[in-house]
């Protein structure tokens, strides 16, 4: 995933909030995915945003580090493989 991309859950993927972060159900496949909670403003964001300018909101507010930016990218980049997320 580039930090220009936009990204939304697929029409079959729920969010439920846990302490952790959120559940992801595809109710596609009926597979089932823990999501960080770092990785929550990018999941849930639609797509209003870039992931750069998420990533910059949440290091300006001292949520994520420039150096864990690339971890999240790939875990980003997995989970849209895996159909929960679409570029758009």
Not at 24 to 50: C, I, K, M
Not at 57 to 76: N, Q, S
């Amino acid at each position: 995933m580039k930090l220009s991309d936009r990204v939304r859950l697929d029409d079959a993927v729920a969010l439920r909030p846990e302490r952790f972060g959120a559940l992801a159900y595809s109710y596609r496949d009926r597979q089932l995915f823990f999501v960080d909670h770092a990785l929550l403003p990018f999941v849930e964001s639609a797509g209003g945003h870039t992931l750069g300018e998420i990533a910059g909101d949440l290091e300006a507010a001292g949520k994520v580090t420039k150096e864990a930016l690339p971890r999240l990218l790939t875990v980003l980049e997995g989970l849209r493989r895996r159909g929960v997320l679409h570029v758009l």
